[in-house]
Nanobody
Framework: QVQLVESGGGLVQAGGSLRLSCAAS????????MGWFRQAPGKEREFVAA????????YYADSVKGRFTISRDNAKNTVYLQMNSLKPEDTAVYYC???????????????WGQGTQVTVSS
């Protein structure tokens, strides 16, 4: 398993940007596909974006397509989520997760971070 720690959350006005980072421990980071999920108060966790181990394949939820970009730096054991044109409905706790295969299903991810809060004010 890999240990994950997210950072970069905060309070931003609508239309602004944030970049989340997820640092992974362990030498096998490059073997894992990575994903970002989010959970808003009173709502179920939802898929945001995923990236393959090489970075060659990416997937996005329709709600963030064109605004968010997932990327990774295997040399730094880090995955990023660049969030632009933020909306109040993007407010949630954002989690990164690791999986042996790229997926949009949370059940396919075996390791999770503790989450970072993103709040978008209108």
């Amino acid at each position: 398993q890999v240990q994950l720690v997210e950072s970069g959350g905060g309070l931003v006005q609508a239309g602004g940007s944030l970049r989340l980072s997820c640092a992974a421990s362990g030498r096998t980071f490059s073997s894992y596909a990575m994903g970002w999920f989010r959970q808003a108060p009173g709502k179920e966790r939802e898929f945001v974006a995923a990236i393959s181990w090489s970075g060659g394949s990416t997937y996005y939820a329709d709600s963030v397509k064109g605004r968010f970009t997932i990327s990774r730096d295997n040399a730094k054991n880090t995955v990023y989520l660049q969030m632009n044109s933020l909306k109040p409905e993007d407010t949630a706790v954002y989690y990164c997760a690791a999986s042996l295969q790229i997926s949009h299903r949370g059940s396919d991810f075996g390791s999770w971070g503790q989450g970072t809060q993103v709040t978008v004010s209108s």
